[in-house]
C-alpha cells in the first residue's frame, strides 16, 4: 500500500537522529515537505544533506521543544517556507533510567519539560495552522513504557503516560475541527535510546530482543516510522484518539 503524503508540510521535532531523522528522510522520499527540528544543529544539517542529496524538499530550525518561543518561531518559518501546516511529529524526547529514589527533582523536571511540555506546546502551536488548512494530524511519540510498569522506569513511564492520555484529550478536543491525534507505542529501536538501555541493563540488543520480543527483535526505525507515515496520510483518516503499539507482539501477546 502506498501512502499519500504526497505535498504534505510535516514538522518533524528531534529529527537530528534516530527515529525523527528516519521519519524526515521517508517523507521527503514520499514528496512531503520536510520541516526537520532539533536542538542538534550538526545532526540537523546531517538530515539535510540526505534529503538534499535525493532532491527532497527540507527546511532545518535549530529549537529547543521545552521554549514556546521557539516553538512559535518553528511554525513562523514554516509557513513563510511552505505556506502552513499539515502534519506535526511530536518525536523528540530522552530517556532516563533510574531508581526513583535516586531521580532528583531537576532531572524529573527536565525529562517533563522535554517529553511532556514539548508535546502540550506542539500541538497547541499546531492547532491554529492545522485548523487554518481545514485539519491535519498530530502524531505523538508514546513508548510501550505509557501500557505497564518497568523497574526503573518511573519517570520515563510517568511522561510517556501522559503523552499516551493527552493525545485523547486534544483527539477529543479537535476532531471536531478534522484535526486527528494519535500516539504511537515502540518498543526498544535501534537508537541512541536502545545504546543507552545495553549499557544500563548490560546486555546486547539482539539479546534483549530476542528475550524480550515475540517476533525475535529490535524495532529498526522504518517500522516505526511505516505507522507515523500511515498516521500522517490519507488513509488513516478515519483514526483519532488511538494507540497503535509496534513492539514485536511485546506487551500484547505471552511467548508460550
Ligand atoms: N529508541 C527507542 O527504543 C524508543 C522506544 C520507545 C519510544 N521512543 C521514543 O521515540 C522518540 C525518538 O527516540 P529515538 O530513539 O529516535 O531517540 P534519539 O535519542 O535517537 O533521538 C532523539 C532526538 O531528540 C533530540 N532532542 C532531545 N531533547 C530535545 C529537545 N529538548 N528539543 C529538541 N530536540 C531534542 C535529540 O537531539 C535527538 O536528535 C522519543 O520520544 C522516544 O522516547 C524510543
Redesign the pocket.
Known sequence: MSTTVKDKIVVI??????????AAVSFAQQGAKVVA????AE?LQETASIIAKEGGDILTVV????QEDQWIEVFKQTEEKFGGVDVLV??????IISPVTEITLETWNKLM???VT?VFLGAKHAIPYLEKRGGGSIIN?????ALRGTAGHAL?GAS?GAVRTMTKDLAAECASRNIRVNSV??????????DY?EKTFGRSAEELGKANVPLGR??E?AD?TNMVLFLAAEESSFLTGSEYIVDGGQTQITGV
Open positions: 521535532t528531534g529529527a537530528a537522529a534516530g527515529i525523527g531523522q528516519a527540528t532539533d536542538m542538534n545532526g529549537h529547543d521543544v521545552s511530536n518525536n523528540a524526547g530522552i530517556y519539560a522535554i517529553n514539548g511519540l508514546s513508548s510501550i513504557a520515563y510517556k507505542h515502540p518498543s526498544y529501536v535501534r537508537t541512541a535510546m536502545a538501555a529490535m524495532a526505525p516505526i
